[in-house]
């Protein structure tokens, strides 16, 4: 009769110690842990791409010149070469370029007694530019420098100087070959035998490659 006591505390004490075990187990066990969240690494920045360097190549264009005098307007196309160098300053890029449009598809004739027909055209142009994409493949610039037209007649050739403006967009398909869309506005006075004054509004595409 006496042994039923001692084994009942006994029975308590293990109930005791093991509950306390199961608490301390709750509290340190891995279901209790912070779930731990990774955070994706942020993409590579693209590379950018460096304008410095030469580059030549050729374009195709449509132009309009008009003329004092109250002579209609003349349209041609024609084709016409580029080479230039630029320098990478990181925010803009600077550089000179010269343009030739030695063969025109058709005769452009100028107006007046002598007929004179446009036989080339050139300019030397000083550029700058700005990357107007997150990888700098591609460029916005502006260009102004010296133009000149030569004309042919029945009196003779002639070489006429004027200036021309220009705007265009260039863009980087690969490391070296480039694309181009431009437009340009160009003014010469006195051209050919009858001094005729011309304004002549152009437009053209062109392919280049970078060396």
Known sequence: MRMYPMF???ALVGLMTTGAMAGDFSKSGPGMQEPVVSTPAAP???ARFNWTGG???AALGY???SFSGGFDDRSNAAGGLFAGYRQDMGNF???GEAMLAPATFG???LPGANEDEIKAGGSLLFTAGVP???DARTLAYAGVGPSMLRSSGSAG???SFGGTGAIGIDHMLTDSIMVRGSVNYTVINNVGQDDINTRTLGAGVGLGFKF
């Open 107 to 109: 005769t452009l004739t």
């Open 44 to 46: 590579p920045a693209p």
């Open 157 to 159: 050739s002639e070489n």
């Open 55 to 57: 580059y030549a190549g």
């Open 93 to 95: 890029v600077l550089g």
């Open 63 to 65: 132009g309009n010149m």
């Open 8 to 10: 009942a505390s006994a």
């Open 132 to 134: 107007i994409s997150a």
